[in-house]
């Protein structure tokens, strides 16, 4: 089964797996949550009342990038992506997932498939 989404639906996808499964990523895979601080403030200072994941989102909607930084490996799945990355992969997710996100039916494992998926084109851990 192939979805295809819009590059606005594939931000949305991608911001709610964001708010619901960043930390889990990063906590239970060793990783962490990496970008310039100057496109950071850049991009909360467009926003107003931004959580910590629109202002992540925006930094990708301004062109810059978001790295998910290797912290108990060799740093061999370190990753960067941009918001390309984001309108192509988001739709190439496992098509179970993405439709537990399409229909609000998502949870922290929906936003893991999504975001490692984004980030690698693929399932790396878990």
């Known amino acids: 089964m192939k979805i295809?989404?819009?590059?606005?639906?594939?931000?949305?996808?991608?911001?709610?797996?964001l708010c619901n499964g960043l930390s889990y990523v990063c906590s239970g895979y060793g990783?962490?949550?990496?970008?310039?601080?100057?496109?950071?403030?850049?991009a909360k200072s467009k926003l107003t009342?931004?959580?910590?994941?629109?202002?992540?989102?925006?930094?990708?909607?301004?062109?810059?990038?978001?790295t998910l930084l290797d912290l108990e490996?060799?740093?061999d799945q370190t990753s960067s992506i941009t918001i390309n990355e984001v309108h192509e992969r988001v739709q190439s997710a496992?098509?179970?997932?993405?439709?537990d996100m399409i229909e609000e039916n998502?949870?922290?494992?929906?936003?893991?498939?999504?975001?490692?998926?984004?980030?690698?084109?693929?399932?790396i851990f878990g």
Do not use: W
């Open 4 to 17: 295809s989404l819009t590059p606005l639906e594939s931000e949305t996808y991608f911001h709610n797996a």
């Open 106 to 123: 998502d949870d922290a494992e929906t936003a893991d498939v999504i975001i490692q998926t984004v980030f690698y084109n693929e399932m």
């Open 94 to 99: 496992d098509p179970r997932h993405l439709l």
């Open 73 to 75: 490996g060799d740093g």
């Open 31 to 42: 990783l962490n949550i990496d970008f310039k601080k100057s496109e950071f403030l850049a």
């Open 49 to 66: 009342s931004p959580c910590y994941e629109d202002v992540l989102l925006q930094i990708l909607k301004d062109g810059g990038k978001l």
